[in-house]
C-alpha cells in the first residue's frame, strides 16, 4: 500500500455528547482501522501543541482513540509513530500487522492545520481555550497553585477552573457563572479573577488529595469543601 493523507476532523460525539477527533487515512477511518469500535479522543487531548502525533526519528506510542464508552484509560488504542525524512509510519501495537504511511511535508501541514482551526468550538470550548492559553501560571505559582483545566462542561450553569494547590496536595475548582456573554469576555474575567488574591474568589471548591488535610492555608470565606469528598 503506498503513503495514504492524513485527514482531521473533529465532530459531535453521540457516544460522549461531547466531541471527538476523527483521523483519517484518504478516505479510511483510522481510528476503526487501529482500534475497534473505538471513537475519536476529546480534541484537547490530541490537537494541541506540542501535538502527540508529531512524529520524529524515534519512535513513539501515541493514544488515538478510546472506547466507546467514552471513558478515558478503557480500550485506548494506540499506535506507534515514527518518521524518517519523508516518510511518517503508523503501525498497531501488540503484534498487529496494520500499519499506514503518510507523506511527511503533507502530514505535518495537516497536524498544524488541525491544531490552528477552532472553527468547530461552541462558546464555552473557546472561552476555555482562552483561559489556558492567557491565563498567568506564573502569578499562580506564587500562591503554590498550578493551572490543570477549564472548561464549561463539568457543572450545569458554572464555568470551572481546575487548579493544583501545594503543599497539601489539593485540587481547586473555582467556579464563575456560565452565562451569555462571549467568550472573550468570559475568558477575560476568569483570567482577570485568577490574578487576584485567592483568599477572595467567591466560589471555590477544594478536595484534598490525602487523608486528614484541613482547609487550605489560602481557603477564603468563599471556599468550600467539595461535598462529595469521603476520607
Known amino acids: 500500500m503506498g503513503h495514504v493523507r492524513l485527514r482531521i476532523t473533529v465532530r459531535e460525539s453521540p457516544s460522549t455528547g ?3 477527533v476523527c483521523l483519517f487515512g484518504d478516505d479510511d477511518d483510522l481510528v476503526n482501522i487501529f482500534g475497534n469500535k473505538s471513537i475519536g479522543l476529546d480534541p484537547t487531548d490530541l490537537l494541541l501543541t506540542p501535538c502527540p502525533l508529531a512524529a520524529d526519528t524515534t519512535p ?10 467514552g471513558v478515558d484509560g ?4 494506540f499506535v506507534n509513530v515514527v518518521s524518517d525524512s519523508d516518510v511518517v509510519t503508523w503501525s498497531g501495537l501488540f503484534g498487529s500487522s496494520v500499519s499506514r504511511t503518510f507523506e511527511r511535508s503533507t502530514y505535518d501541514a495537516e497536524l498544524a492545520r488541525a491544531i490552528s482551526d477552532h472553527s468547530w468550538e461552541t462558546a464555552e470550548r473557546t472561552a476555555a481555550r482562552l483561559v489556558s492559553e492567557a491565563v ?3 502569578l499562580l505559582a506564587k500562591s503554590g ?10 457543572n450545569s ?12 496536595p489539593y485540587q481547586l475548582l473555582v467556579h464563575v457563572q456560565l452565562d451569555d456573554r462571549p467568550p472573550e469576555t ?8 485568577l490574578r487576584t488574591s485567592p483568599e477572595t474568589w467567591p466560589d471555590v471548591e477544594w478536595l484534598p488529595q490525602a487523608t ?4 487550605p492555608r489560602i481557603a477564603g470565606p468563599g471556599w468550600h469543601r467539595h461535598r462529595l469528598v469521603r476520607e
Not at 74 to 77: E, K, L
Not at 157 to 168: C, D, R, S, Y
Not at 212 to 215: C, K, N, T
Open 136 to 138: 498567568d501560571r506564573e
Open 186 to 193: 468570559l475568558a477575560a474575567s476568569v483570567i482577570n479573577l
Open 157 to 168: 450553569g458554572l464555568f470551572t477552573t481546575a487548579l493544583w494547590l501545594e503543599p497539601g
Open 212 to 215: 486528614g488535610l484541613p482547609a
Open 18 to 20: 461531547d466531541h471527538e
Open 74 to 77: 478503557c480500550g485506548d488504542v
Open 145 to 154: 497553585l498550578q493551572f490543570s483545566w477549564a472548561s464549561g462542561r463539568t
Open 60 to 69: 513513539r506510542e501515541v493514544r488515538i482513540a478510546r472506547c466507546d464508552c
